[in-house]
C-alpha cells in the first residue's frame, strides 16, 4: 500500500496505519537530523497526505504538563513531512539546517 487506504483489505489498511505511527514515531525519535532523513529514505510514505491523515489523528497520553510540548514537537515533525512533501526532502532538510531550528532538541 503506497499511501492509499482506499483500496485492499481492512487488514492491510490497519496493517499500513500501524506501520506509519511505528514510522513517525521512529521519525520522532531520531537523535539527528541525519537520522531522521534515513527513516525518511527507509519510509518515504511518511510524506503521504494520507500518512498526515494518520499522524495528525495520534493523541498523546501523556500528563497535561507534558501533553502541550508532546503535541508541539508532534506539530513540528509533521511540519517537516509535510515540507518534505511540497519540495523534496533534501531542500526541506536543507532549510531545517539553514533555520537553526533546534528540532532535535530534547
Given at each position: 500500500?503506497?499511501?492509499?487506504?482506499s483500496?485492499?483489505?481492512s487488514?492491510?489498511?490497519?496493517?499500513?496505519?500501524?506501520?506509519?505511527?511505528?514510522?513517525?514515531?521512529?521519525?520522532?525519535?531520531?537523535?539527528?537530523p541525519?537520522?531522521?532523513?534515513?527513516?525518511?529514505?527507509?519510509?518515504p510514505?511518511?510524506?503521504?497526505?494520507?500518512?498526515?491523515?494518520?499522524?495528525?489523528?495520534?493523541?498523546?497520553a501523556?500528563?497535561?504538563?507534558?501533553?502541550?510540548?508532546a503535541?508541539?514537537?508532534?506539530?513540528?515533525?509533521r511540519?517537516?513531512?509535510?515540507?518534505?512533501?511540497?519540495?523534496?526532502?533534501?531542500?526541506?532538510?536543507?532549510?531545517?539546517?539553514?533555520?537553526?531550528?533546534?528540532?532535535?532538541?530534547?
Amino acid at each position: 500500500m503506497s499511501g492509499d487506504l482506499s483500496t485492499g483489505t481492512s487488514q492491510e489498511g490497519d496493517r499500513w496505519v500501524a506501520d506509519i505511527v511505528k514510522a513517525f514515531l521512529e521519525f520522532v525519535g531520531a537523535e539527528s537530523p541525519a537520522a531522521a532523513r534515513q527513516v525518511l529514505v527507509a519510509y518515504p510514505q511518511l510524506t503521504s497526505e494520507v500518512a498526515e491523515q494518520v499522524v495528525e489523528a495520534i493523541d498523546v497520553a501523556a500528563p497535561d504538563q507534558y501533553r502541550e510540548a508532546a503535541l508541539a514537537k508532534i506539530d513540528r515533525y509533521r511540519a517537516l513531512l509535510r515540507r518534505c512533501r511540497e519540495i523534496g526532502a533534501d531542500a526541506a532538510f536543507g532549510e531545517l539546517r539553514r533555520s537553526n531550528c533546534p528540532a532535535w532538541s530534547r
